[in-house]
């Protein structure tokens, strides 16, 4: 058997990989830069640590805890300190936490007493057409209201999506909400008897997973992985062209100014989509398009980690991190407490907090330089969380397609995948632009793509026996 192709080294790539190899199966992993690890980098310096990209791994699946197991990394494993579970939005210029219960929740002061009351009928709101593609916004204006889209939605989005809940669609970047109210007619409801279907199947929802990093930083896993798949693993390997005839799939690729070729058994597809669309793909002399999928938008971003003395922050940081509204008129999305939830991210007598900037909310500020970006985020947190010295420790990075965009529409992008799956029989596509863009999301979609190629491996070779 020849090997199996994975084109991109970001985590989903690597996490198929394994599996796959786990599964005896081989593979090389393309990758077209210097390193593997895509949006997961972690530096060190200074007695810092910075998280480029995530800062933390969601354990929403058994499968996140047998990867961390598979590869050893279980004496290396950080889970977030539990008296850091709290989270902050902001109202009024101030930092408010978000109520962890029913009673804290009537009594705070993120929400007025009419936009509570109103949430007391949502169970009894008449659920969408199932065939209706709403935008988050809709979605939630018709189910909660104008308040919770803008101190509580609007945020939300902000902080996971980097994103726009007047643009998002509720069926595709949100599918486990839309299929709350259609199961169930109700949030509320859903909420309550979805709790008992995850607990049957071993899944955690987002909001309650624990959180998981490492104590070197998340390039510890991808680090690891690159590790374990050896000389698997082809760096600096640009892919221009993939075919396929009667014999197989080759792959015509660019080495250090050299073109080269290899013959492969499966090719899986883990580029962001953007970079899907310079791909020269055909099956049987016949092209399999998709330049569709450049039409996906990806926002840019930029991570800002700031290390600070802590006397000069008057805030306890005493939670997760805080997430801005826009109505709120910041420049930043918000931030995380990453000292408060991890060990050893800062020197004694410091703290380090990690914010983002950008999105389609203000994507214009995330392409500054990095010294004026830092100003703006400085401006936030000299209001926000009171601090009065200058930092420390400054670290930007600049990502200029950060996440993609889920955004109404986004069925025809998915329906051309499927579509060009089937045109391609061993050609397979995922990744964060189609699988969920959380780190958990795309480990799990990486051991589901191996999981396919497994089955189509394995019927292949089932047929040939038959034809012989």
């Known amino acids: 058997m020849k090997s199996v192709a994975i084109i991109g080294g970001g985590i989903t790539g690597l996490t198929a990989a394994f599996s796959l190899q786990q599964r005896g199966i081989p593979v090389t992993l393309y990758e077209g830069g210097g390193c593997v690890g895509g949006v997961i980098r972690t530096v060190q310096e200074n007695g810092y640590l910075a998280e480029c990209g995530p800062n933390t791994i969601l354990e929403t699946s058994p499968l996140i805890g047998e990867l961390v197991r598979d590869t050893g990394l279980e004496s290396r494993q950080l889970y977030s300190d539990p008296a850091a579970d709290k989270r902050y939005l902001v109202r009024d210029k101030q930092l408010v936490s978000l109520p962890d219960s029913p009673l804290a929740f009537f009594a705070t002061r993120l929400f007025s007493w009419r936009a509570k009351a109103g949430l007391l009928v949502e169970p009894f709101r008449r659920r969408a057409a199932a065939d209706l593609e709403e935008s988050l916004a809709e979605f939630v204006l018709r189910r909660l209201g104008r308040e919770f889209l803008d101190y509580a939605i609007n945020p939300f989005v902000a902080g996971v999506y980097a994103g726009d809940p007047e643009r998002l669609s509720v069926k595709h970047a949100f599918a486990k909400l839309h299929a709350l109210e259609q199961r169930y007619g ?186 004026e970006i830092v100003q703006l985020v400085m401006e936030d947190l000299r209001v926000l969380a009171g601090v009065t010295g200058e930092p420390t420790y400054t670290h930007t990075f600049c990502y200029p397609n950060a996440i993609p965009q889920y955004n109404v529409g986004f069925g025809q992008f998915k329906a051309r995948m499927d579509e060009a799956e089937k045109e391609a029989p061993g050609l397979f596509l995922g990744g964060h632009f189609r699988d969920g863009i959380s780190l958990s999301d795309s480990i799990v979609a990486g051991y589901g793509a191996a999981e396919r190629i497994a089955k189509h491996l394995e019927m292949g070779l089932t047929q040939n026996e038959v034809n012989q």
């Open 186 to 371: 109700s949030l509320i409801k859903g909420q309550i008897f979805g709790a008992r279907e995850r607990k049957r199947r071993g899944t955690v929802s987002k909001q309650n997973a624990k959180k998981i990093s490492f104590n070197g930083g998340l390039q510890v896993l991808t680090d690891t992985l690159r590790e374990k798949l050896g000389d698997q693993v082809r760096l600096n390997h640009v892919a221009k062209r993939i075919s396929r005839d009667a014999n197989g799939w080759q792959l015509d690729f660019e080495e250090s100014g050299s073109n080269a070729s290899a013959s492969h058994s499966g090719v899986l597809l883990t580029l962001p989509a953007y970079r899907l669309v310079d791909l020269e793909i055909h099956s049987l002399d016949k092209p399999v398009d998709l330049a569709l999928l450049g039409q996906i938008e990806y926002p840019p971003v930029t991570s800002v980690v700031l290390g600070f003395r802590r006397e000069d922050v008057a805030h306890p940081l005493d939670g997760f991190g805080v997430l801005i509204p826009q109505i709120e008129k910041f420049n930043s999305l918000g931030s995380i407490f990453s000292s408060s939830l991890f060990p050893g991210r800062c020197p004694e007598g410091h703290l380090t907090l990690t914010s983002y900037i950008g999105g389609t909310r203000s994507p214009n500020l995330a392409l500054k330089e990095p010294e």
